[in-house]
């Protein structure tokens, strides 16, 4: 096994109460009411954009409503993305041991690439990420493998040698759609029955059982 890929909301850090705090801000400033903290974990997962469709009141969708909501959410969680943000239990052990290793390591998310990068680098400040990808302009979001191939491109690694971890369906489908094997996490946002049946070639329920699996 040559790279680990790892998605950041759900895996690698629980961002849950800080994109929740902003969405509901959010959504009071534009006079809607808020969603209960556990409600957003159906709501993370397909980007920003998705997640403010989502909170929003369906009969009140329009893409200049949205826009505007995202754009107060934005400018919020870009002042309030630590204020909650931790990462999961063992995660740090992981990645020092995946380094030790010589085992390339990356993320591939769906957060908004301005706000993904300096979180990778405030929580993992000792791990030598080899790349670090969030969703960018004009490019596609997952599930759709893109990212995931632009990553092995960049790395130079075959998708033979490659696992991607994820605690969505939107996770599995991506490693799926590129070729890539899934392993999906149960102390992330989504329930272990979805990750099943949308895909995964193994489940792990601590960050720590990656290793058994590279061992395998």
Known sequence: MKLIIFDLDGTLINTLEDLANSGNYALTVHRFAPHPIMAYKNFIGNGVDKLIERIIPVDKRSAELIKQVKDTF????????????????????????????????????????????????????????????????????????????????????????????GDSNVDMLTANGAGVKAIGVTWGFRSEQELRASGAEFIIHSPLELLEIIKQ
């Open 74 to 165: 934005v400018s919020h969680y870009n002042d309030h993305a630590q204020d909650h943000t931790q990462p999961y239990p063992e995660i740090q052990q992981l990645l020092e041991q995946l380094q030790e290793k010589n085992i390339k390591i990356s993320v591939a998310t769906n957060k908004y690439h301005a706000a993904a990068v300096p979180l990778v680098a405030q929580y993992f400040p000792k791990i030598n990420f080899d790349l670090i990808l969030g969703h960018r302009d004009n490019f596609p979001i997952k599930p759709d493998p893109a990212i995931v191939l632009e990553t092995l491109a960049r790395l130079a690694v075959n998708k033979e040698d490659c696992y991607y971890l």
